[in-house]
């Protein structure tokens, strides 16, 4: 039976909310399949306003997969603004997709995709406004299952109790093998109802259904144990890893929203995975091994991308883009082809001992010299090398005196705050560096109108990480060190005025902290927080950080103990049963080497180091170069 | 440099689109047409494309006005068919001419405006219909950016007319037929719009729609002297050039 749109209640709301259009759909290569041409519909959600949801490339790229897929539709939804959201509950109009507007609730499947745990209290907004029961237990055939993914995912217990399930990885493949099992259940007519569904997704190890498992618990609040409570339900669930990229090469049909989004370009992933081995960096971990697309594919795409979009950016997209093995190839490549068209191209996260000055002007041949942007993460030498970012000092300085003398005038550096083992000077070290960087530029060009940005966010430990087992630095802590940098770039006549500086307090970083770490029984405060009226806490302008305290206290969580304390190597950790291909004994291995100040190799370009996850995951580093070339194409 | 006069038409639920939205959709729909826009000179070089008294964010228009400059001469109803399908649909392209000599802006002296009242009761609409053409002067306030404003609102209105017609979008909701009033207002400043009159139907009778109005501008153009009738503004473009035929309106779609 056809699932009525909701659009006409809707859109009597519309004129009194702000920006309307983010709710209207309507895309330029959107989809809206027949309710009944397909017997399998995801809904899939990112879980933040539309202007960050729409460029998200996770979504996107799975969106276009499963309309492609024969029997099968998927249509998006994003978090509605409070205004929209009060007037919905007043109006009783549901959480609804943006494509054809249909009622959220109706679908086989809501897939989320979470890039931050920030965004977990806007997936119970989301459930609230569906009617869709908070709790899985509390769920009945009609609903549908709530399935996460994303980076978060890989520990999703904070949200175990609302999700029926989690994929960890990459979600191409999966996200075919999980329609097919549910096309499949449903034709048989539903057996066993959904805890079969479930039962045959959990049975593979591919998809994780936390109520399959129990959490035991010591005396002391410590894990003793996470196991499965049904026989055929495996001891760990396993990450997917898509092998070839070129096979993949979505998006092919790039949405091109109307409203105002936070990326306008269209973007290519150039490589996935990233083997460079900073200690920090929980994407890094995750994604190994690094394969790369080819040129030749990433030519090919860009070229449709454009055509497709009418973008007039593009933005070859990695974890740290310079290290393809073709990039400057690619890049020479592209700014050939769209040589006087307007057309610029962006490479975000580019390594100071990656960039080339040949780069950084293929990049700027079609636009403005505007500003180039590095990330030492680390304030110190000692500090670099604890968190394996191997930049040295004369590294940085010679890559901005190249950059300035060829004309650019604006650097932004990056840096973490709170980082393991971190001392005041190493913090203050940061200083020192952008009023270095700041004196090579003004040698380089004779010229004092020379800026530098400093960024510093809060570190927060990850899992899967080598820092997994870290203490988080307290929020006064960091709070003390921001305030001592801040002082020691203003108090300097000499160079306060050239250097930018751009952080936040210290407290959001410990919410995040709580959440990344977190177990189960974190779940009761975004519970908490929620029903106190939380929602996007990725905004500074609606995160409260005494709304969470506040939370945790009358759930009895002790906020201390899932941040700022470090845990032994033999503690059961929440996310143990999860199985991202990382060997434990080297992780645990290389936080000792973190410790001592231990550097480690990429695996690309040295022997392998044995981080497990190659030979777990039966998968391998794919890297070029290909020693192919982008041919020229007639541009419009 | 050609440059080439666009009317099209925001429809349905993309007239929540906003003039910033339009604007970037018009660029990348120029693009993916593959029309060679011209560019401005300098640091960060711009498209020609410049846009004529946009209608506000949710009200649907049947007429509204860009101009591009294009660097090769190009076929005006090629354009329209190529731009036309290069904008989401909603967004509809329904007539294209080459520009003659004179501004575009300096033609569209007044609109005509569909203003639909879904649940209004048609009698009190007619009584305050009446009392506001009556009235000298009806003065208004709206928030603007600056602060609130006071102006008049009765001078701009050319003429106002009260009929009935079905609801067009929130049908559902409601049902049954609706007031739609019919307003010809000039252009001024500061501009008039569906509304201040709205309001000012509020301040001389307290009139007062229950929800929110569906405004749709129907046309807008040079009000010919003798016959009192709002003309098209690009005929005197097709007078001038030869390129431009006299198309179609374009389908005027309702909802």
Redesign the interface.
């Known amino acids: 039976m056809p699932v009525e749109s909701i659009f006409h209640r809707l859109e009597a709301l519309l004129p009194k909310v702000q920006k309307p259009i983010q709710y209207v759909g309507g895309e330029l290569n959107s989809t809206v399949k027949d309710w009944d041409s397909a017997d399998v519909r995801w809904a899939l959600m990112y879980p933040d306003a539309y202007e960050v949801g729409l460029p998200n490339q996770g979504v996107a790229i799975l969106y276009e997969i499963l309309n492609e897929l024969p029997g099968t539709l998927a249509e998006r939804t994003y978090a509605v603004w409070p205004d929209l959201e009060e007037l919905m509950r007043a109006e009783g109009v549901p959480q609804f997709t943006v494509d054809a507007h249909r009622p959220v609730r109706a679908f086989d499947v809501l897939g989320v995709s979470f890039s931050t745990e920030l965004g977990y209290t806007n997936l119970l907004t989301a459930l609230d406004l569906a009617g869709i029961p908070m709790l899985a237990v509390d769920r009945g055939d009609d609903d549908p299952i709530v399935l996460a993914g994303g980076h978060a995912a890989f520990n999703p217990e904070p949200i175990a109790d609302f999700l029926d399930a989690a994929v960890l990885g990459d979600g191409e493949q999966i996200s075919i093998a999980i329609s097919e099992v549910i096309r499949e259940w449903k034709a048989e007519g539903r057996p066993g109802g959904r805890d079969e569904l479930l039962m045959r997704l959990a049975e593979s190890g591919g998809v994780y259904v936390p109520k399959f498992y129990d959490v035991e618990y010591h005396a002391d609040g410590r894990i003793k144990r996470v196991a499965p409570n049904r026989a055929d339900v495996p001891w760990r669930v396993h990450k997917h890893t898509v092998m070839d990229l070129d096979e993949w090469p979505y998006p092919k049909k790039p949405l091109v929203p109307l409203a105002e989004t936070v990326h306008e370009r269209f973007s290519v992933e150039i490589f996935r995975g990233c083997t460079r081995g900073c200690r920090f960096c929980q994407a890094g971990m995750i994604t190994r091994p690094v394969r790369e697309r080819s040129i030749t594919t990433i030519g090919a795409m860009v070229d449709n991308g454009i055509k497709e979009s009418g973008f007039n950016e593009v933005g070859l997209l990695s974890l740290s883009s310079a290290d393809h093995s073709e990039i400057g190839e690619v890049a020479k490549g592209l700014a050939d082809r769209y040589e006087g068209t307007n057309t610029s191209l962006s490479l975000p996260s580019t390594r100071v001992d990656a960039f080339n000055i040949d780069l950084a002007n293929e990049f700027s041949r079609n636009g403005r010299r505007s500003g180039l942007t590095f990330a030492p993460e680390g304030g110190s030498e000692r500090m670099r090398k604890v968190i394996n970012k191997m930049v040295t000092e004369e590294d940085l300085i010679r890559t901005v005196t190249t950059a300035y003398s060829q004309g650019w005038r604006q650097v932004k550096l990056y840096f973490m705050c709170g980082l393991p083992t971190e001392q005041d000077e190493d913090v203050l070290g940061i200083a020192d560096l952008a009023k270095k960087v700041i004196q090579a530029g003004r040698e380089a060009t004779g010229s004092r109108d020379i800026r530098c940005t400093v960024s510093i966010g809060g570190f927060v430990p990850k899992p899967h990480t080598p820092f997994q087992w870290a203490g988080q630095a307290d929020h006064e802590t960091v709070d003390r060190r921001l305030k001592a940098l801040r002082d020691a770039l203003r108090g300097d006549k000499n160079y306060g005025r050239a250097i930018g500086f751009r952080y936040h307090d210290g407290k959001p970083s410990i919410v995040e902290g709580l959440l990344s770490r977190g177990d189960r029984r974190v779940g009761a405060v975004i519970r908490n927080v929620w029903e106190d009226g939380g929602r996007f806490d990725g905004w500074s302008e609606h995160f409260s950080y005494e709304r969470w305290m506040a939370a945790a206290e009358k759930a009895g969580i002790d906020v201390d103990w899932y941040t700022t304390r470090e845990r032994e190597e033999n503690e059961v950790l929440p996310w143990d049963h999860l199985d991202a291909g990382l060997d434990r004994e080297w992780l645990w291995q290389d936080w000792q080497e973190a410790i001592s100040g231990g550097e480690v190799e990429d695996c690309r370009w040295t022997p392998c180091y044995d981080c497990g996850v190659c030979p777990t995951m039966g998968t391998e580093i794919q890297i070029g170069p290909t020693g192919r070339k982008l041919l020229p194409l007639t541009v419009v | 440099m050609q440059r080439l006069r666009v009317r099209y038409a925001k429809r349905g639920?993309?007239r929540?689109?906003?003039h910033?939205?339009i604007s970037?959709?018009v660029?990348?729909?120029?693009?993916?047409a593959?029309i060679p826009v011209a560019?401005s000179a300098g640091?960060?070089?711009h498209?020609k494309i410049s846009y004529a008294g946009a209608a506000p964010?949710?009200v649907a228009s049947e007429a509204e006005y860009l101009e591009i400059g294009v660097t090769t001469p190009c076929d005006p109803a090629q354009v329209r068919q190529d731009l036309d399908e290069?904008l989401?649909?909603?967004l509809d392209v329904l007539d294209v001419v080459e520009a003659g000599p004179g501004g575009l802006a300096d033609r569209l002296e007044v609109s005509d405006w569909e203003v639909r009242l879904p649940g209004a009761d048609r009698e009190l609409a007619e009584v305050a219909v009446e009392k506001f053409l009556a009235a000298g002067t009806v003065e208004v306030e709206r928030l603007t950016k600056k602060g609130p404003r006071r102006f008049d609102a009765r001078q701009a209105v050319l003429g106002l007319t009260v009929s009935e017609g079905a609801e067009r979008?929130?049908?559902?909701?409601h049902g049954g037929p609706c007031v739609i009033l019919r307003m010809v207002v000039r252009h001024m400043t500061p501009a008039v719009r569906p509304d201040d009159v709205l309001t000012g139907l509020r301040l001389v009778a307290d009139f007062a729609p229950p929800?929110?109005p569906e405004v749709t501008r129907l046309a807008q153009g040079p009000l010919d002297a003798s016959t009192g009738a709002l003309a098209d503004p690009l005929d005197l473009d097709r007078d001038t050039t030869r390129g431009g035929e006299a198309g179609p309106a374009g389908e005027h779609v309702a909802g």
């Open positions: 639920r993309l929540f689109t906003s910033r939205d970037r959709a660029e990348r729909a120029v693009r993916r593959g560019y640091f960060s070089p498209p964010t949710g290069s989401p649909s909603g979008t929130a049908a559902q909701v929800v929110p």
